[in-house]
């Protein structure tokens, strides 16, 4: 599966983004999805995940409340709304994804800049 990220951009903050994460080649219900980041200097953190509904998340702590992740299977495309966006969601966001029948996120799209200024 190929995925391609967009979305990104500079916003201030309290404003918000979304991000759209299209997926191609390969069957989309064959995968679980998801989105990661990765603040400048550090580590890539995940941040959220799917499962088969809208209604199957989760999301890392930080995020909660204001980040909501879902999908639109009839495109092919999950997406994260990011609201209440503060200077320390700035990041490098990548979707994910995994084949339902393994534990690891083993698809990664090519980022998406995010920047969020005080």
């Known amino acids: 599966v190929q995925l391609q990220a967009s979305g990104g951009g500079l916003v201030q903050a309290g404003g918000s983004l979304r991000l759209s994460c299209a997926a191609s080649?390969?069957?989309?219900?064959?995968?679980?999805m998801g989105w990661f980041r990765q603040p400048p200097g550090k580590e890539r953190e995940f941040v959220a995940t799917?499962?088969?509904?809208?209604?199957?998340?989760a999301y890392t702590p930080s995020v909660k409340g204001r980040f909501t992740i879902s999908q639109d299977n009839a495109k092919n495309t999950v997406y994260l709304q990011m609201n209440s966006l503060a200077p320390e969601d700035t990041a490098l966001y990548y979707c994910?994804?995994?084949?339902?029948?393994?534990?690891?996120?083993?698809?990664w799209g090519q980022g998406t800049l995010v920047t969020v200024s005080s």
């Open positions: 994910a994804a995994r084949l339902r029948t393994e534990g690891k996120f083993k698809y």
């Open positions: 080649g390969d069957t989309f219900s064959n995968y679980f």
């Open positions: 799917i499962g088969s509904s809208n209604s199957n998340t």
